[in-house]
């Protein structure tokens, strides 16, 4: 059964960066569709990048563009998100999140369109 394990996360001084990893088990990680969310405390949670099957397309939360980076590798069963530029608002439990086959241009940042999660690992920004 195909299960996601985020990790990478930690605390880290306002500017640095930061690369956080999600390794998704099973052997149809190409096949999925996949994106990044992030829920701070009080906050609901927010879409924050993400990237197709292929990896060739990819999109940011308006907050997040020219800081962080989505990209895969399907030979690995690894996402990654590579953040730059850490501001302490950036502090929040970020998740993986991914669904069988494509989704729609107006689906992707909608957080009902994932069918598979993970845990969330913590990022703090100090």
């Known amino acids: 059964q195909v299960q996601l394990v985020e990790s990478g996360g930690g605390s880290v001084q306002t500017g640095g960066p930061l690369t956080l990893t999600c390794t998704i088990s099973?052997?149809?990680?190409?096949?999925?569709?996949m994106a990044w969310f992030r829920q701070a405390l009080g906050k609901e949670r927010e879409a924050v990048a993400r990237i197709n099957q292929g990896g060739g397309f990819t999109d940011y939360a308006n907050s997040v563009k020219g800081r962080f980076t989505i990209y895969r590798d399907n030979a690995k069963n690894t996402l990654y998100l590579q953040m730059n530029s850490l501001k302490p608002e950036d502090t929040a439990v970020y998740y993986c999140?991914?669904?069988?086959?494509?989704?729609?241009?107006?689906?992707?940042?909608?957080?009902?369109?994932?069918?598979?999660w993970g845990q969330g690992t913590q990022v703090t920004v100090s």
């Open positions: 099973g052997n149809t990680f190409s096949t999925h569709s």
């Open positions: 999140a991914a669904v069988l086959g494509q989704v729609r241009n107006d689906q992707y940042f909608d957080a009902s369109t994932y069918r598979l």
